[in-house]
């Protein structure tokens, strides 16, 4: 049999470095916003809203006003009862990632040997999987009776589908915005953006972030006056670029996609996190038939939960300017 090493592979050990570089993983910028803006830098992030469970997360809604009209001499006021408040409910959702450790490992990545914490490694990795599962998702409709009731969801145009338990059709202030006009990302097609949720004239009204892709939020830049150029500065220490839109940051993400900008208004939109499994800590157990595996996870239990619906607005259809 021919030698595989040559003599200087025989001799001398391969140069390794003592940390491993992530070549996977990215940030997401909505759930930096919406779970406690977490330290990124070390791939940590909060858990929202706690919590305490139930069957259901219901959010309380006022979609109708009482009887009301002119008032004179010989005025009848109305005496019948005006329902005005009903409820949005939305079910539980729940994320994991695991990983383990076998006899190989404990034996071969031991001692001076080892380059890296192969444990220590494992659990990190285990913290941002679950982290990259959840924003994907959070974009995307539910795949499962598991996964995030996302924004796919909450921008569905289809009327008589129901989100967090009620359909357009049956509350017409239930409504979705979305444009679908085609056109070039400009100052023109933001301010249709922020007029369309037409919530009230309040800046808390209006969206305060714009979700996009890095072409969109690019062209948009180009646009602008470079003295008009402006940046929400926490955001930019987080680590995620943006240029400001009528006091609103656009930032852009990986996981949005290509051609859409969301306009979110952060005041009716949060994670719930139920308070038992607010990332579970991973804990490495012995497997009862290999004594020498062993297995960890980290578990998450909640939902992105909407607390008016027209508040938030999704344009498709958008191409870089020329």
């Known amino acids: 049999m021919a030698l595989t090493d040559t003599e200087v592979q025989a001799l001398s050990d391969d140069y390794c470095e003592k940390s491993s570089t992530d070549i996977f993983f990215q940030d997401n910028v909505l759930l930096h916003k919406l779970m406690g803006n977490g330290n990124m830098e070390n791939n940590l992030f909060g858990p929202g809203d706690l919590v305490d469970g139930g069957e259901k997360i219901r959010v309380i809604l006022e979609y109708a006003q009482s009887n009301n009209g002119s008032y004179g001499n010989t005025t009848k006021i109305p005496q019948s009862k005006v329902v005005i408040f009903n409820n949005a409910r939305f079910r539980w959702g729940g994320y994991y990632a695991s990983n383990s450790i076998d006899l190989n490992d404990r034996v071969q990545v031991a001692g001076d040997t080892a380059k890296i914490d192969l444990v220590q490694g494992k659990v990190n990795n285990i913290r941002k999987t679950v982290r990259r599962k959840m924003g994907t998702d959070i974009y995307a409709s539910a795949a499962d009776s598991n996964s995030f009731l996302g924004l796919g969801n909450l921008f569905s145009t289809t009327t008589s589908t129901a989100y967090g338990a009620i359909a357009e059709d049956d509350m017409a202030n239930w409504k979705a915005n979305v444009i679908t006009t085609a056109g070039a990302i400009s100052f023109k097609a933001l ?8 919530i009230g004239q309040n800046n808390t009204d209006k969206p305060n972030l714009y979700v996009t892709t890095d072409t969109l939020k690019d062209g948009f830049e180009r646009t602008l006056q470079l003295q008009a150029r402006y940046k929400d500065v926490g955001l930019v220490n987080a680590g995620f670029a943006n240029i400001m839109f009528d006091s609103a940051p656009i930032v852009a993400d990986d996981k949005q996609t290509s051609g859409y900008c969301d306009g979110l208004n952060l005041m009716y939109l949060s994670v719930k996190t139920h308070k038992k499994y607010q990332f579970t800590k991973p804990k490495w157990e ?3 038939e290999q004594p020498d595996s062993l297995v960890a996870n980290i578990r998450w239990i909640g939902q992105l939960v909407c607390k008016n619906r027209k508040a938030h607005v ?9």
């Open 191 to 198: 301010q249709t953006m922020r007029r369309t949720p037409n």
């Open 286 to 288: 012995y497997d009862k």
């Open 314 to 322: 999704r344009h498709t259809n958008l191409t870089e300017p020329s």
